[in-house]
């Protein structure tokens, strides 16, 4: 089964900076989505894009889809501290509805 | 909280030990699931369940042996672990509409094999 796989896998960025990340996968998708993980805890949802959308805002939050490159990114805008955590993509290209998880975008927000 | 609860939240083994983790989602989903995160690896889908049935095992060692008595609770007996199974096990929980929906997992079991 393909994976989403982000770039790049670690970021140190300012508070107050925003923080880009990028996810590509292989195949065609119904939707992507994406999680945050605080270190040694669970995943925590943060956004869904569907392959019909191209942009999809939450609060400080901007999700871009691009079907035809097979990519999407994330954008943190105005960083915190507490948003400092490692982000993963995941798409439900398998054809099961199954999500395939990423490895990882490690981002440290420096206060 | 995220309405999904993992017991115990650290746990160390022998090898010949026999232990279970626990996982109660208290969202009314209909799906629950075992993933295993290792250290510079993406999540691995272990096992699902829908409606308590076991609709996926992902060649998981029959070391590892997942129990769904109801739709809210989710268990993993352990037995025989080898070091190389030392991990997060994370539970998480979903609705079954046809698509993958978003997951809600709990905080995670890190289990040490000695």
């Known amino acids: 089964s393909q994976q989403g796989e982000e770039d790049p896998q670690a970021l140190s960025i300012q508070e107050g900076e925003n923080a880009t990340m990028n996810c590509s996968y292989k195949?065609?998708?119904?939707?992507l989505q994406w999680y945050r993980q605080n270190s040694g805890r669970g995943l925590v949802h943060l956004i869904l894009?569907?392959?019909?959308?191209r942009e999809k805002h939450s609060g400080r939050l901007r999700v871009t889809l691009d079907t035809s490159k097979k990519s999407s990114s994330l954008l943190i805008t105005a960083s915190r501290a507490a948003d400092t955590a490692s982000y993963f993509c995941?798409?439900?290209?398998?054809?099961?509805?199954?999500?395939?998880f990423g490895k990882g975008n490690q981002v440290v927000v420096i206060p | 909280e995220t309405g999904v609860t993992q017991t115990p939240r650290h746990l160390v083994m022998g090898m010949t030990n026999k232990k279970s983790l626990k996982c109660e989602q208290h969202?009314?989903?209909?799906?629950m699931y075992w993933y295993k995160q290792s250290a510079k690896k993406p999540l691995e889908l272990m096992f699902v369940?829908?409606?308590?049935?076991?609709?996926e095992n992902n060649s998981v060692p029959s070391r590892f042996s997942p129990e769904c008595p109801n739709s809210s609770h989710l268990f993993l007996h352990l037995h025989t672990l080898q070091p190389e199974d030392s991990a997060l096990y994370l539970c998480?929980?979903?609705?079954?509409?046809?698509?993958?929906?978003?997951?809600?997992f709990g905080s995670g079991t890190q289990l040490s094999v000695l």
């Open positions: 998480a929980s979903s609705q079954v509409t046809g698509y993958a929906e978003k997951l809600f």
């Open positions: 369940y829908n409606f308590k049935e076991q609709t």
């Open positions: 894009i569907r392959s019909n959308e």
């Open positions: 195949t065609s998708i119904n939707n």
């Open positions: 995941a798409t439900d290209a398998g054809g099961n509805n199954r999500l395939a």
């Open positions: 969202l009314g989903h209909n799906a």
